[in-house]
């Protein structure tokens, strides 16, 4: 049995989410596969019922799992709140030991004119993101002090050998699976941790020969994602420089909501979509479920090792796109345009059609 913890959260969270899971639920119908999922509370969700973003029988179901799939977190209405600081998503990460966060940037075929990027520049992209997770800014010390004009705020970015020398192996590892070429995002020219990151990188190199390293400051970097995003393979950053360029190497999909992810190195794996809780259109049917559906295809490859799944699912997405099905984010002329639930049908259906 592949016990899933199933965590909708907050916004559009529970929208996208409850698609994802009827996509799983095709996959274990064609491919025979024991899936029990099982359903709890986790952000604003949880506090309204519970007070706590993270209750004791959330936690408990966690561990009690052994992958999670979660929606998205938070929104106006709990942004002041204290008992919301830290937020559940970083404390599972940092509690789970799940030290890398995968972003795999994909650019389907029939989307190449989504894209507000030309389509001879963003044709053919397949990049995966890897994001240090569980260090730097994020979760470093923070204060306020009373400086000389006023208050003065104070974050700390910290990285230890070990912290990039673990992140470094496993982005070495991925790339030897792909295309064998890895560029590795520092400031190194301002940043005692780049320094760090860079030497430690460099070091980790040598155990893979097979394996192209080149090095590049984070500002180029977020250059050349818009510039030449087909000359990346993979790309292993520290938490901030992370989370930043992996959004913006979404658009060159053409859409946050086509962006799954996988946050691993523990023995409990977390796939969330990268969107937010987008409270503005909750309950609109308006939302695109795709970046949860593969952020469960994930869950199937690096969890549960059932590749033939992961691919499926991937493929459904592929063939129901080919076809012409747009959810608002990624509509264009001459497609037709379909709400959450529709979207999520279709998939489903590509997997394991309700006929038979």
Not at 203 to 215: A, C, F, G, M
Not at 279 to 288: L, M, S, Y
């Amino acid at each position: 049995m592949y016990k899933i913890a199933v965590l909708p959260g907050d916004g559009i969270g529970p929208e996208v989410i409850s698609q994802a899971v009827m996509v799983l639920e095709a996959v274990s119908r064609r491919f025979g596969l024991p899936l029990e999922m099982r359903e709890g509370l986790a952000g604003g969700a949880a506090l309204e019922a519970t007070g706590s973003a993270l209750p004791q029988e959330t936690r408990d179901l966690v561990m009690n799992s052994q992958a999670i799939l979660f929606g998205a977190m938070g929104g106006p209405r709990w942004d002041k709140d204290p008992r919301m600081a830290g937020g559940s998503l970083l404390i599972m990460r940092k509690t789970l030991g799940l030290f890398a966060n995968l972003r795999p940037v994909r650019l389907y075929p029939a989307l190449e004119n989504a894209s507000t990027i030309k389509k001879e520049v963003v044709s053919g992209t397949d990049i995966l993101v890897v994001r240090e997770n569980t260090g730097g800014l994020y979760f470093g010390e923070k204060r306020m002090e009373e400086g000389e004009d006023g208050p003065r705020a104070i974050d700390t970015m910290v990285y230890s050998r070990g912290e990039v020398e673990r992140v470094a192996r496993l982005s070495f590892d991925l790339a030897r699976r792909r295309r064998k070429k890895l560029t590795s995002v520092d400031k190194a020219n301002v940043l005692l941790c780049s320094r760090l990151w860079r030497e430690v990188v460099d070091e980790v190199s040598r155990d893979y020969p097979d394996v192209e390293l080149n090095h590049l400051y984070v500002d180029n970097c977020a250059m050349q994602l818009v510039r030449a995003p087909r000359q990346f393979d993979v790309i292993v950053t520290e938490n901030t420089f992370g989370d930043i360029l992996s959004d913006e190497a979404a658009m060159v999909t053409g859409s946050l909501g086509m962006l799954p992810s996988a946050s691993i190195g523990g023995k409990i794996g977390l796939y969330e979509p990268v969107h937010g809780s987008a409270p503005d259109i909750a309950g609109e049917d308006r939302a695109n479920p795709i970046a949860a559906i593969l952020s469960a295809a994930l869950m199937l490859r690096y969890s549960f090792s059932l590749e033939d799944g992961a691919s499926e699912i991937e493929a459904a997405v592929g063939r129901v796109l080919d076809r012409g099905y747009r959810t608002a984010d990624i509509m264009e002329e001459g497609c037709r345009l379909v709400g959450t639930r529709e979207m999520g049908r279709l998939i489903a259906e590509e997997i394991y059609p309700s006929g038979e």
